[in-house]
């Protein structure tokens, strides 16, 4: 009996070390171990034994297919390793290999002026409103202290849609909506940008074109002042064309500031010497600016005798063109992929 033990448990190992696959071994298993294996068979035989034989055999056989499940187990777990090596190795991704490139655009130089503009305005506390390009004569004009038949309308010849509406030639329209919007109600530092639209097109002007505006009103107490604007503007201009930028305020006119003033900043391409850019005068013209005049404020529900402020207008297309050396205005809109490609690697 013990032999035969011996046999098949030798029988049975050799069977299993031979194996292939694990659907093999597992019919195998059910062979060895199952009820109607030969070990089993075994076991029912041991009432047959003798009283001390009945132990001894009864241990062989448990020895045996403990024996046998171990090493099936250890064949298992072989097969499963190689199962995952070989799906790692079918399903593995070289990632030395190089992608596919992906085509990315480039970031327009007017938005990252604007951007730059908005960061910087944000930063010193203002809020950035908008306004609606198609506007009416009323806010574009008339609350601006330009009523109908003004001359300096003139200046501005307009893309009229009926005789009340026009697609907006100033952002300074947003002044009017804003003051009238918190209806004396609070204090206003606001930027506003966007498009804006004349009857012009030449290297530096366009039919369409983009603005900044900044209006700044609080009550008299706070003694805001032509200091305060010179201030704004000093920061605004070094910003956006270096920290040597000077700048020139020469009197000028605006009907909705009094006094106003036309700011001029040091030519950034000569320093200030004098070259073609800057008609040998060393300045370049950029901003028009002053104190609200009293007549907006009184239109636009703020009492001009509570209240002050300043506003300046720019536009930002000029600004890029100075920021970048860009020559003529028309390329900011022609959407040329060489010409925009340039701005890819440019720093902020
Ligand atoms: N709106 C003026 C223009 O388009 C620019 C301007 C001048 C805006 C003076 C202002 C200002 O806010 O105070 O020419």
Redesign the pocket.
Known sequence: MEELIKKIQQDAEKKISEIKDIKELQELKVKILGKKSELSEALKNLKDLSQEERPKIGALVNTARTKLEEKITEMEEKFARKNLEEKLEKEAIDITLPSKKIRRGSEHPLNRVIEEIEDLFTSMGYDVVEGPELETDEFCFERLNLPEGHPARDM?DSFYITDKYLLR????AV?ARTMVANEEKSPIRIITLGK?YRREDDATHSHQFN?I???VIDRKETKISLADLKGTLEVFMRKMLGDKTELRFRPSY?P??EP?YEVDVTCFKCGGKGCSLCKQTGWIEVL???MVHPNVLKMNGYDPDKYAGF????GIDRLAMFKYGITDMRYLYTNDIKFLKQFDRMDK
């Open positions: 501005q030639t100033q952002t300074s002044q804006t603005q505006e900044g209006l605006f909705f500031t106003s028009g600016s002053g506003a300046f207008g720019t």
